[in-house]
């Protein structure tokens, strides 16, 4: 078989960025498609060419086949990668590339067809011997069969959408009465995302371990599996922290789930890169969760334990090209760890999170690798997944990879974006995750009350600096020789500095050749400015220096405050306002997004809690309730109506 010359990945943002990398630097020509909305994105920056595929919204440019398979036809490609998400495990679209002579980088469309759908596969893993859950997987999809089978199931139980994945379609439910809600909204969520309304039922396990095996076969009939990674630390069935090799495992427990994910993949005589999902439980049993035939988001981590580039390999199969490893020869070597930075709001139920990058600067060390897509100024949408980057680390022990891993989070600069990194850093420094006693239900029994999940208030600290750098930026604005000067130095300026809807007084005293001194939060602070650029700046506060990232723009304020950042508002000059009525009818949309279902009608009565809204954004749908009892007065949305961040969407009177 001749070799690859030009390769288009048929994806975004940080994958596509990683895949080129690798292809670039084995000699291979790339292509980058974008839509409109990516126009300056980094992963078209970093392409040899690039073509617009389309508009923003994903059916009409990262899901758009015929306008991908155009790209490549134009462009010379000879081969796609599809990356993970949006086309990776599309059957239809493998077989699209396959019948315009293109070389698809992953599995058969017949293996992606079959492991594609929970339900399929799952019939297929039981004929293999493959051990699996209690469930159902069957044909008949009306919600009486699916309530027979889940009273025959027991609760709690899971839905899934058979075609989905990364949490989307995919409700764990308690009782009887909350599954028809449930199977309405699994189902909505999975026809929106994957194109396909099926579901099925599992048994929900009560806290196991989620631990999934690395496959790799060629197109010479060999298979071999690459060790194992643990994802069990989950938000909503969606993965925060991977790890390999999994903390519990043993090398006997290691050899039979190896050897039922091969069993796995020699049912669908498996070629290229493909993971096999079980869910482990306390007594050693592991359980078929689901194959996914594509690179995983978390393959760095398998990348850094085994000294391999799994994209390389993905890249060799594709050209025909045997395993370079026989199983034997497989070794791992220390602790890989992994955390996925979101946009995202951890205090307003981790909404996503939308807005321009007003600094980026990745914490950077030996042993830590930032996998990311994002450049300044660049604006987050509502179009596309939240997930922003990755960081991962590895070490000679699992604590070395943990350490390093946390101080990657805190060091790793992001302003002008809402991100989940404080999250991020409180679970990595909890005793119980250092310690490897976790399981999916760790999130949801250790942080359900947790400081990272509240709106993230300044301390005194926080504010003496914000009210340093706006006094520093505004006696920049006069002539060097007046610096800062004013004929009444003893007397203190007096600062209001706001953050979202609240403003905290500060005072400053500045009387040359000493200290500045701040009162803020019922403390005196004493500060120096050491050095200050715009972008960093050194301060020495109460006599211990410190390095803060910052940014200003003509009165606002980005602090980043390691980890996380807080955006000040200089509110000095601005008229005080009344605060908003906590119990206001007023219903404003908590990002862009789009409405795809609307409850209610002008004049009917509403009452507090009741659904009202619904909104999709970044992949998932946000249901929006009623803050009071009362009638509805103006709706001023319908479904399929696109919507701004803070847009008024309904009033309640």
Request: proline content about 5%; some cysteine.
């Amino acid at each position: 078989m001749p070799g690859l010359k030009k390769i288009l990945i048929a994806n975004r943002g940080e994958i596509a960025c990683r895949i080129q990398r690798t292809a670039q630097a084995l000699g291979y020509r790339t292509v980058a498609v974008f839509s409109d909305a990516d126009a300056d994105a980094l992963h078209v920056q970093m392409a040899d060419e690039a073509v617009n595929i389309g508009p923003a919204a994903v059916q009409q440019s990262y899901l758009n086949i015929p306008a991908i398979l155009d790209a490549a036809r134009r462009t010379g490609a000879d081969a796609i990668h599809p990356g993970y998400g949006f086309l990776s495990e599309n059957a239809g679209f493998a077989l699209a590339c396959r019948d315009a002579g293109l070389t698809f980088i992953g599995p058969s469309p017949e293996a992606i067809e079959l492991m594609g759908s929970k339900r399929l596969s799952k019939i297929a893993m039981l004929e293999a011997g493959v051990p699996c859950i209690k469930g159902y997987q069957g044909a008949e999809q009306d919600d009486v069969t699916l309530s027979r089978e889940a009273a025959r199931i027991g609760y709690p139980l899971m839905i899934k959408a058979s075609a989905g994945g990364g949490g989307r379609g995919m409700r764990l439910v308690h009782d009887a009465s909350d599954l028809p809600d449930q199977i309405r909204t699994a189902r909505s969520e999975a026809l929106n995302g994957f194109g396909s309304g099926e579901l099925i039922l599992e048994q929900a396990l009560v806290e196991p371990r989620h631990v999934e095996i690395q496959l790799f076969g060629d197109q010479h009939g060999n298979l071999i599996y690459l060790g194992e990674r643990d994802c069990s630390v989950q938000r909503r069935h969606q993965k925060v922290i991977e790890e390999a090799p999994c903390p519990v495992m043993t090398p006997e427990l290691r050899q039979a789930m190896g050897e039922a994910a091969l069993k796995a993949g020699r049912a669908v005589q498996y070629v290229g890169a493909g993971t096999v999902e079980f869910l482990l439980d306390a007594r050693g049993q592991f359980y078929f969760l689901e194959m996914n035939t594509r690179l995983q988001v978390e393959h760095p981590v398998t990348e850094l334990i085994t000294g391999l580039d799994l994209v390389a390999w993905q890249l060799n199969i594709a050209e025909g090209q045997p395993l370079p490893l026989r199983q034997e020869q497989v070794q791992l070597h220390g602790h890989a760890m992994e955390v996925r930075l979101y946009a995202e709001d951890p205090a307003q139920g981790f909404l996503p999170q939308t807005g321009r990058v007003v600094a980026w600067e990745p914490g950077l060390q030996d042993g830590v690798r930032i996998d990311h897509g994002l450049i300044e100024g660049q604006v987050i949408s509502p179009f596309y997944d939240p997930m922003l980057g990755k960081l991962i680390a590895h070490g000679a022990t699992r604590e070395e990879a943990r350490r390093k891993l946390l101080r990657a989070v805190q060091d790793s600069v992001l302003l002008g974006v809402q991100s989940n990194q404080r999250l991020l850093a409180s679970l990595l420094d909890h005793p119980q995750f250092a310690g490897g006693d976790f399981s999916t239900g760790f999130i949801a029994q250790h942080f359900s009350a947790h400081a990272c999940l509240q709106p993230h208030a300044p301390d005194a600290q926080h504010l003496a600096i914000a009210t340093v750098l706006l006094y520093q930026a505004s006696a920049q604005t006069h002539s060097a020789p007046l610096c800062g000067w004013r004929n009444n130095a003893s007397v203190p300026l007096h600062y209001r500095i706001g953050l979202e809807d609240q403003d905290w007084p500060v005072a400053l005293l500045a009387i040359p050749g000493e200290p500045l001194r701040i009162q803020a939060a019922e403390r005196t602070l004493e500060l120096r400015i050491i050095h200050c650029d715009g972008r960093w700046a050194t301060l020495e506060i109460d006599g211990i220096r410190q390095r803060h990232a910052y940014r200003l723009e003509t009165g606002r304020l980005w602090l980043f405050t390691r980890p996380g950042s807080l955006q000040f508002t200089d509110r000095t000059q601005a008229p005080v306002s009344s605060q908003a009525n906590v119990s206001s009818g007023t219903l404003k949309a908590p990002m862009d997004g789009a409405i795809v279902d609307v409850l209610v009608n002008e004049g009917s009565k509403v009452t507090k809690g009741q659904l009202l809204v619904v909104l999709e954004a970044m992949k998932m749908e946000h249901p929006l309730k009623s803050g009071v009892d009362g009638v509805l007065k103006r709706l001023q949305v319908k479904v399929g109506d696109q919507v701004k961040n803070r847009q008024i969407l309904l009033e309640v009177e």
